[in-house]
């Protein structure tokens, strides 16, 4: 069994919680949930063989988040394993009253040989990567009621249909291809004081993988810009009126390894957004991998005031990460 150190850095105290105000605790942890094969996930949930489950649920355990975002973990349409996940967790650690979780785009057929290998139905070949229908998507626990009638759901946006989108015009995926490779969803939180915390949840393509035609770079980079334009209501849905946190694996460094890092630049300093942790490391891959790499993300709105930030050891590459911020009445 891996052991897993009862350690919680924190990265920054910018200030003490008023008397009166509430702080939520919201993470996300890309941790190694996924499996190749459907229920696969369930029998080592449920059957307690497997050495990273009991490591994981160990972690979660000591994050204690009020909110929690999983950015691989395989779905299955009644949500039986995230259910016996949520009711292992309970045993020894906190309680997630709230689930949710939709079809992602991972492993979902398109028909088509975007890979150009000469076959059909081969996990390059979904509308995002997965060897079935739902591999590693996302899922979300929470102590605190979800809207699940107010989500809003950007994930069968195709790509072509972006603004500036980079697509080639000549991508073989060009008439069907969505941008998202996992989802893209806003998911209402509803707060004790009543108001709404909107959670802007997705998992980004690896900017690598292909060749110098670059298409995973040029598809990472506009899975992000695709929140910067729902933001500017440049897109048929609404944006969040109030408060956000975008959240999630973002498969891209500010500054090192591969991808379009000019894009993560710009959406760090966009005035709408905090970044409460900089400079800080959620992943490493050690040699020949490409080493420590910030690619997972957890970034308030501006209005929002944040506690506390900080990460957990890791298993395997990916640490959680975790912010506390202030909700007042």
Known sequence: ?????????????????????????????????????????????????DAEIPAILQGLALLDADVLLLSDIDY???????????????????????LFARRPNTGRPTGLDLDGD??????????????????GGLAILSRLPIDADGVTDL??????????????????????????????????VILRQGKRLNLLVYHATPPVFDGPEDRNGRRNA??????????DGALAQTPPKGSFILLGNANLDPLRGDGLHHVMQAFLNDPRLRDPAPD?????????????????????????????AGQGDPVGPHRPIWIDIEITP
Do not use: C
């Open 1 to 49: 069994m891996l052991t897993f150190a009862p350690l919680l850095l924190t990265l920054s105290l910018l200030f003490p919680t008023p008397t009166g105000a509430d702080t939520l605790r919201v993470a996300t942890w890309h941790a190694n949930l996924s499996r190749k094969g459907p229920g696969l996930l369930l029998r080592d949930v449920s059957a307690g063989k």
């Open 76 to 98: 299955d349409l009644d949500l039986q394993a995230l259910t016996a996940l949520r009711d292992r967790l309970a045993q020894d650690g906190p309680a997630y009253p709230h």
């Open 118 to 135: 000469g076959r059909l139905g081969g996990p390059r070949d979904a509308q995002g990567f997965g060897y079935f229908n739902g591999q």
């Open 155 to 188: 994930s069968d946006l195709l790509w072509r249909d972006l603004p500036g989108s980079q697509m080639a015009a000549d991508d073989p995926g060009a008439e069907i291809q969505r941008l998202s490779t996992t989802a893209h969803w806003d998911v209402p």
């Open 280 to 308: 800080t490391i959620t992943a490493n891959w050690p040699a020949p991998g490409p080493g420590p790499m910030r690619v997972s993300y957890a970034l308030p709105s501006a209005d929002l005031r944040v506690i506390n």
């Open 222 to 231: 506009d899975e992000l810009r695709l929140w910067q334009h729902y933001l």
